[in-house]
Structures are given as structure tokens and as C-alpha cells.
């Protein structure tokens, strides 16, 4: 099992950026699919992005065009860079590997990292 640390996460002015880091203790080249998922206070944790290994990506509706998820496959990391942050997207914020064709999280969950935005 790979260990995902995410980390990055603050506190931002509505209308700001974050760039979120999920760093692997292992290459990342056999993940076939890796996620960025968030749970705010009182809701369930919610996928926001995910990317496969051949580059293809795929967003919620409530970040597209605001939120680009990338990999770098060199440094074992997936980046989640958000933009035109909303006082709506605070929450804790958590990667995961996905199995390619279920979707489901492969690993167990982390300390994720804390993104809040003030309005």
C-alpha cells in the first residue's frame, strides 16, 4: 500500500489560490488513477478531481474551471491547484488512489490538509 501526506492547505481570501500537494513514498507511475477528495463540517467527503496515469482528468461540476489537478510522476506527487477560491470550497482536503475502474479509494485515509476560505 502507498502512503499519500497531503499538504498545502491555508487560509485564504475568497477570490484567491492554493496549490495542494499529495506526495507518495513511492512512484507514483502504477497508480492508475489518483484523486483529490474533501469533506467539509457536517457533510460527507465528496471527490473533487481525479487524474489517470495517461493524463486524463475529470472534475466536479462545482470546481470546473477553477480547480486544475495534475501529476508529476518525477517528484511522486499530484498537485490540486485551485483558483477562484469560495468560502464554499473550506474543507479538509484528502488524495487517495482510486482503482482504475470502480472509482473506489485503494488506501486508507490521511490527515488530509485544511483549506479555509474567508469571505
Known amino acids: 500500500q502507498v502512503q499519500l501526506v497531503e499538504s498545502g492547505g491555508g487560509l485564504v481570501q475568497a477570490g484567491g489560490s492554493l496549490r495542494l500537494s499529495c506526495t507518495a513514498s513511492?512512484?507514483?507511475?502504477?497508480?492508475?488513477?489518483v484523486a483529490w477528495y474533501r469533506q467539509a463540517p457536517g457533510k460527507h467527503r465528496e471527490l473533487v478531481a481525479h487524474?489517470?496515469?495517461?493524463?486524463?482528468?475529470n472534475y466536479a461540476d462545482s470546481v470546473k474551471g477553477r480547480f486544475t489537478i495534475s501529476r508529476d510522476n518525477a517528484k511522486n506527487t499530484v498537485y490540486l491547484q485551485m483558483n477562484s477560491l469560495e468560502p464554499e470550497d473550506t474543507a479538509v482536503y484528502y488524495c487517495?488512489?482510486?482503482?482504475?475502474?470502480?472509482?473506489?479509494?485503494?488506501?486508507?485515509w490521511g490527515q488530509g490538509t485544511q483549506v479555509t476560505v474567508s469571505s
Open positions: 513511492r512512484s507514483i507511475v502504477t497508480l492508475n488513477r
Open positions: 487524474i489517470t496515469s495517461a493524463g486524463t482528468t
Open positions: 487517495n488512489a482510486l482503482n482504475y475502474y470502480t472509482l473506489r479509494p485503494l488506501n486508507n
